[in-house]
């Protein structure tokens, strides 16, 4: 029997139809049984291809993480752009076949990387890359993004965009490094007894609420229990220690990126930070900002509690203990629990441009002919931060709660900075020219009547109402046809009611064929058969439940053929009060024709409660 932590039976539906086990073979290494998710856009070869396609998202987990916690975003985009995601070799659903320590560096996992994505990215046509990283993974996509000497390919040439979750800011002092070797040596037996301690309590441990808070929702709180587990030791142990540089004369050479790197980034940028994260807080977005717009130094010193390795499923904690984050300034961005933290200084050199307001929906289509958004081979260089508030964390990209807000975020930045190629609602509209929602379509569906000639003389059809309609507001609609006299037509109604009596047997039956003027004659004639009803001599054992029975009946009728407001909002309340079955008012309000049921919703909201 499969654990229940086995990441191949845990497997997301979407990311098992679409991945694969390849090897690849580096200068170096090679690694084999390397789990590749490949998701090809499904309109791609429809789209326009010049002067490239749109661009190939890559998406790159951090140290202890995996592919399946892309997936909620992955979720997402896959509708607007070819996405690519890779398990890092012992991450994941990789195998963990490689055993020397000099595979698992900062170099050689570029490196890998590297050659997966040439593999996948439409090199003849010229397509661009967006880089999307967590974590660690935005390191590694920041050494992808930047020249390096030597050049292992082309690759940085054609990154268009670099999109970083939780990053890091850079390397720790030089007694830190020596610190954390000295703790990368201890035996693994003590690792794992370190681990299983760090874990007690499951999904309530401490080893979750690090990641994703003690107050997160259970989902979040199972998915990084589930992570914790499927993160392998060996290989934290290994990958770590490969962020770690080495110094040469006091000169720091390999390990994590640092200021130098940031700084020659040249592509569109967007950094996003949680406001609760404890693993890379907060401050070190404003750092990694700092480095790509050159305003000042940062000093080499950490401060107090900032994680010299970030880790997405960490074996331990590797977050000084009783550490507070400092407050970040920051200005609001209009989202209720989202702040942006790098658009306050007017002095950055590099620019920071802002979403153009009143842009289209990117959902929604419109009548107008989509317009061909321009496809930069190498966009202006942009800089956005933003640091989403609490309840976000360093699990921020798969907690419910924030994963759906994060994903229009990259969407956003995406379409303004990149290309307008990326917008759903573009894509959407050019792919519908063809003829499925043109201009003769929509001449047809303007010409079809809102509300149609009562069928059966109970019920009316009713469009759906669009948002490029003239009146798309629904109480304008029913302003408009509550009151018109095609909504006043006659109704006949002939309801048989049978009463049942321990001395006899009585029929009743009500037909009603009076237009609206004439309906107080009709209800009282009904309220003289009610009163009929009630004066009967009911049974002594069953008498209350056929009372009740022959009271409701009649009140149905009297609902029914109402044609008034008045009649109609009294006999609901008299059945509503005579406590009927919800599902049996419902049938009546849909027996009741639209006029009467637009009456009911627009005098009584209390009533529409008692239907769900």
């Known amino acids: 029997m499969a654990s ?11 990311l098992e139809r679409s991945s694969e086990i390849k090897t690849y073979t580096t200068s170096k290494f090679t690694y084999p049984g390397l789990r590749v998710f490949y998701r090809r856009h499904q309109q791609a070869d429809r789209l326009p ?63 890998l990387l590297e050659t997966i994505i040439e593999d996948y990215r439409e090199k003849e046509d010229g397509q661009g890359v967006v880089l999307i990283g967590h974590s660690m993974g935005a390191s590694l996509a920041a050494l992808l993004a930047s020249p390096r000497l030597p050049p292992q390919t082309s690759l940085n040439k054609h990154v268009v ?13 030089q007694k830190q490094i020596t610190i954390f070797r000295a703790l990368l040596w201890i035996p693994e037996f003590i690792f794992n007894f370190w681990r299983a301690w760090d874990r007690r309590g499951g999904s309530g441990s401490t080893s979750v ?127 209720e629990d989202t702040r942006g933290c790098a ?102 569906w303007q010409a079809v009547e ?32 509550v009151g018109s006299s095609r909504t006043s037509s006659t109704f006949r109604t002939t309801t048989r009611f049978t009463t049942l009596r321990a001395s006899r047997r009585e029929e009743y039956i009500t037909t009603s064929s009076q237009r609206c003027p004439r309906s107080r004659l009709r209800m009282r004639r009904s309220r003289a058969s009610l009163r009929l009803l009630t004066r009967s001599a009911p049974n002594k054992r069953n008498g209350r439940r056929e009372r009740t029975g022959e009271r409701s009946t009649m009140l149905e009728s009297i609902a029914i053929t109402a044609s008034t407001e008045r009649d109609f909002s009294s006999s609901v309340t008299l059945l509503s009060d005579a ?5 049996r008012l419902l049938s009546i309000l849909l027996r009741a024709g639209p006029r009467a049921s637009s009456m009911l919703i627009s005098r009584t909201g209390s009533m529409s409660g008692t239907l769900v």
């Open 4 to 14: 229940p932590y086995d990441p191949v039976a845990t497997d997301p539906p979407l």
């Open 49 to 111: 291809k010049s002067p490239a396609p749109i661009p190939l998202l890559v998406f790159i987990h951090g140290l202890g993480g995996s592919v399946a916690q892309f997936h909620p975003l992955l979720t997402s985009l896959t509708s607007v752009a070819s996405c690519l995601a890779i398990d890092l070799p012992g991450c994941g659903r990789s195998e963990f076949s490689v055993r020397s320590w000099e595979a698992y560096t900062t170099d050689a996992l570029v490196e």
């Open 161 to 173: 965009g670099l999109i970083a979750i939780c990053p890091s800011s850079g390397l720790p002092s």
């Open 209 to 335: 609420n690090r990641f994703v808070g003690a107050d997160a929702d259970s989902e979040a709180k199972r998915l990084q229990d589930l992570y914790n587990n499927q993160s392998n030791t060996s290989v934290w142990r290994r990958m770590a220690w490969g962020c770690l540089p080495t110094y040469v004369n006091g000169v720091a050479q390999g390990g994590m990126p640092s200021k130098e790197t940031w700084e020659k980034l040249n592509v569109p940028v967007f950094l996003v930070g949680g406001e609760n994260d404890k693993v890379t807080p907060p401050r070190e977005v404003a750092k990694v900002c700092d480095f790509l717009e050159d305003v000042k130094t940062i000093s080499d010193t950490i401060s107090p509690g900032t994680s010299v390795l970030a880790d997405s499923a960490a074996p331990v904690d590797i977050v000084a203990a009783g550490s507070k984050i400092d407050a970040m300034t920051s200005l609001g961005q209009g989202h």
């Open 343 to 444: 658009d306050q200084e007017p002095a950055h050199k590099t620019r920071v441009a802002e979403p153009e307001e009143g842009a289209d929906d990117p959902v929604t289509p419109t009548e107008q002919a989509a317009s061909l958004p321009s496809l930069s081979l190498h966009p202006e260089k942009v800089v956005r931060s933003i640091i989403m508030g609490k309840p976000a964390t360093h699990a921020l990209l798969y907690t419910p709660s924030t994963v759906r807000i994060l994903a229009g975020l990259i969407s956003d930045f995406m379409v303004v900075h990149i290309t307008g190629r990326l917008a759903l609602g573009w894509q959407l509209q050019y792919l519908s020219q063809d003829g499925k929602w043109d201009v003769k379509n929509l001449r047809k």
């Open 450 to 481: 809102p509300v149609s000639e009562p069928i059966g003389g109970i019920f009316r059809a009713i469009k759906t109402l669009r948002e490029v309609d003239e009146d798309h507001s629904p109480s304008e609609f029913v302003k408009k046809w």
């Open 579 to 583: 406590a009927i079955p919800r599902r």
